[in-house]
């Protein structure tokens, strides 16, 4: 039996996937996150991060599941170009806090789109879950969903695994959860911790729904976390603000590193 569970991050950048030219090192794909637990596929959100999802050994499983954090464009803007909703050899269940298809069918229509949901040839289902829900999947996967300060309203996940645990919180105002009890359980011990940083500390916008590496940071210690994953970064940043983030954050918990797009992580 294969009990690895290894990060895959296909898109670490936040709200579009623009690059000036300063952006060589980590890369502007919008987010899209792929965890591989044993036999089983998992995929957090489609931003343009999951175009590269097919060029993956991942990808040949015939059994997918895709929990998005929210509906945004950045996390959803790639649905249509992951090949494997295409193909009538896959299974694929898809889980979002909100009339999941209902929402990717406005996305996924005209004007917006030249093909709507019914051109997926994949056997999907689709699954409306919330705060406080957990999900068994196979090979003793359990994903549990936390709700998430953010305009509009977004999950955090936490997937557990084999002893091990890996915490998926992209766009987050931590600021407004500093008495939530129920981010802190979500969270609490995890063996890698990925969180929203999109913004530089001097520069964070209050209920814009985003966080700094400093915040980040001081979350992790709280938390008892083991490994903190700084993403979801400002558009406009360049390499050498996202390095610049990395120090900062270590300042503060040491173990912490600037996700890149591509990058493989063990947990």
Request: hydrophobic share 35%; proline share 3%.
């Amino acid at each position: 039996m294969n009990n690895s569970f290894e990060i895959i991050l296909l898109g670490t950048n936040g709200s579009c996937a623009f690059n000036s030219g300063s952006r060589q090192k980590y890369g502007t794909n919008t987010p899209c996150v792929v965890v591989r637990a044993g036999d089983e596929t998992l995929i957090f959100d489609a931003g343009t991060g999951i175009c590269e999802f097919r060029n993956l050994p991942e990808s040949k499983s015939n059994r997918l599941s895709l929990f998005f954090s929210h509906f945004h464009m950045d996390h959803v803007c790639g649905l249509l170009f992951c090949s494997e909703f295409f193909d009538a050899a896959k299974t694929v269940d898809i889980y979002g806090n909100d009339d999941v298809q209902r929402i990717l069918n406005g996305i996924l229509s005209p004007p917006l789109s030249p093909v709507d949901l019914s051109c997926f040839k994949a056997a999907t289902t689709y699954h409306t879950i919330g705060h406080g829900v957990s999900t068994r999947l196979f090979g003793g996967i359990t994903v549990h969903a936390c709700t998430l300060s953010h305009p509009g309203g977004t999950l955090g996940y936490r997937v557990e695994y084999g002893g091990k645990v890996f915490c998926y919180c992209s766009d987050v105002e931590l600021k407004n959860h500093q008495n939530d009890a129920g981010l802190q359980a979500l969270t609490h011990g995890a063996d890698l911790l990925l969180m929203d940083s999109a913004f530089m500390d001097e520069k964070a916008i209050p209920g814009w729904g985003h966080s700094s590496p400093t915040e980040c940071a001081e979350w992790a210690l709280r938390v008892k976390a083991k490994q903190l994953a700084l993403s979801h970064y400002g558009h406009t940043m360049t390499d050498a603000d996202i390095d610049a983030m990395a120090d900062a954050a270590r300042r503060v918990f040491p173990n912490t590193f600037t996700a890149a797009d591509g990058m493989r992580v063990e947990v």
